[in-house]
């Protein structure tokens, strides 16, 4: 395909998206309909992840489409299906509609995307979280299900999910990343136990959970038996984008709220030292966009490259840099925290104060991959310095010395 054919495509493309969203706010005025509503006419019209498949709430078309989409809806007044189903919307989904079959697709994307149903990643255990593939909770065939057995943790929403994205060992006498299958699981399943987490913020947002004997139908497997790495890669790759690649207007995004306070610092904290630190994060959080603006390009070119994992990196020690920055032009104010009650979040996406953003940001280096992982990676495959050393790689699971 030429360059003018392609072009002449995508403004082919952007009208029948402009139509369509046209259509949709005229029918369904986001301020006087109800959100799950609005939402489900949104899927059904192939505009709630414009680059799916058509009949599973998109049009086959470029990504970059949807960014017109989300732009038109939310000026209107839309809800954000991102802010009530997190992992749903932005791991989850995508990952559904990689591995899952038709019959999976069609049962599972309209929930997730209108928020009626939440969903979970159940990938973290005590003894697995960066070496996740070492996991051991198990997978055993029975007939037409598998029953499962074994611990989960940090298991972001699991109180308010439905559904989960399951990864157990299936095969402990494959290499550990060949024995691995991933499931969805019914969460309300009377053997599934959920029990809070509480982090330093005083909520708790996410959880352990623990299956006993669970009983999953064969059909609820995603992919293939020993697929359960490859799924999981889909998963983590959507994950670190969806964490650290989001690409907000200039000076918008989190360094707004650094912005804002050193707007309404008092004179005796607007000191030039500060005002320049403030400066050197701005600076930071534009070449940080500048980076994303670039790997999504790349992305969209069928090259991701490793700007996601820098992305990722960067974004976690820039937060918390600029919370720090925050809480230091509030002087003593920084130091109140209103009440300290356990609290079970209905979203895990962001915090209504500074302090409180501050300390939840201090997680940034760790949900999604450890900066010392994502440093591992770029480390490896960028700087093709020698890899981190892996005693287990080649040998069964079964065989690995473990506590
Ligand atoms: C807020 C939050 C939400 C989360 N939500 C979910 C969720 O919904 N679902 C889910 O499955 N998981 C979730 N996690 C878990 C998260 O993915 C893990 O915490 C993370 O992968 C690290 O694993 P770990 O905690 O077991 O630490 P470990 O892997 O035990 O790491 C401990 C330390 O050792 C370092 N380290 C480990 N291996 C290496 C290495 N090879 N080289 C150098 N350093 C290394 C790490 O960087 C870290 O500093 C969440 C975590 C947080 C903080």
């Not at 192939?46 to 960014?67: I, Y």
């Not at 149903?117 to 996991?135: K, M, R, V, Y």
Request: proline letters at 6%.
């Amino acid at each position: 395909m030429t360059m003018t054919e392609s072009t002449t495509d995508l403004t082919a493309d952007e009208q029948r998206v402009n139509d369509l969203v046209d259509e949709l706010l005229t029918t369904f005025p986001p301020k006087t309909t109800d959100p799950k509503e609005f939402l489900g006419q949104q899927f059904d019209r192939g505009l709630a992840w414009v680059h799916f498949p058509e009949g599973h709430g998109g049009l086959g078309l470029n990504p970059k489409l949807q960014k017109l989409v989300n732009e038109r809806v939310y000026a209107e007044g839309a809800p954000n299906p991102m802010y009530r189903n997190p992992i749903g919307h932005g791991m989850t989904g995508p990952t559904v509609v990689a591995w899952g079959s038709d019959e999976q697709k069609q049962r599972y994307l309209r929930p997730l995307f209108t928020g009626e149903e939440i969903w979970c990643q159940l990938f973290s255990e005590p003894g697995s979280g960066s070496d996740f593939a070492g996991l051991s909770s198990t997978g055993v065939k029975d007939g037409d299900e598998w029953i499962v057995n074994g611990q989960k943790v940090w298991t972001t929403l699991a109180h308010l999910s439905k559904w989960g994205l399951l990864v157990v060992r299936t095969d402990p006498s494959a290499v550990k990343h060949a024995g691995l299958t991933a499931f969805v699981v019914d969460m309300e399943d009377p053997s599934v136990e959920i029990r809070p987490l509480r982090q330093m913020t005083g909520e708790a947002e996410f959880n352990e959970v623990f299956f006993s004997d669970t009983r999953i139908p064969a059909g609820e497997m995603l992919g293939s038996a020993g697929d359960g790495w490859r799924v999981s890669l889909t998963t983590l790759m959507n994950e670190r984008v969806s964490i650290g690649g989001t690409i907000p207007a200039r000076g918008s995004g989190t360094i707004s709220a650094l912005v804002q306070t050193w707007k309404q610092a008092p004179p005796t904290a607007r000191t030039p030292a500060a005002r320049d630190e403030v400066m050197k994060l701005w600076s930071r959080a534009e070449v940080l966009r500048l980076t994303n603006i670039r790997a999504n390009q790349n992305r969209k070119m069928g090259d991701p490259g490793p700007e996601g994992s820098i992305g990722k990196m960067a974004s976690a020690d820039l937060n918390k840099d600029i919370y720090d920055q925050a809480i230091d032009l509030l002087g003593a104010e920084g130091l109140l925290y209103g009440s300290y009650e356990m609290v079970r979040p209905e979203t895990a996406m962001g915090a209504d104060t500074l302090q409180k953003a501050f300390l939840r940001s201090r997680a940034n280096s760790i949900e999604g991959g450890t900066t010392e992982v994502m440093k591992n990676i770029l480390g490896e495959r960028v700087l093709g310095l020698p890899g981190d050393v892996r005693v287990d790689r080649d040998k069964p699971w079964a065989e690995v010395p473990r506590s």
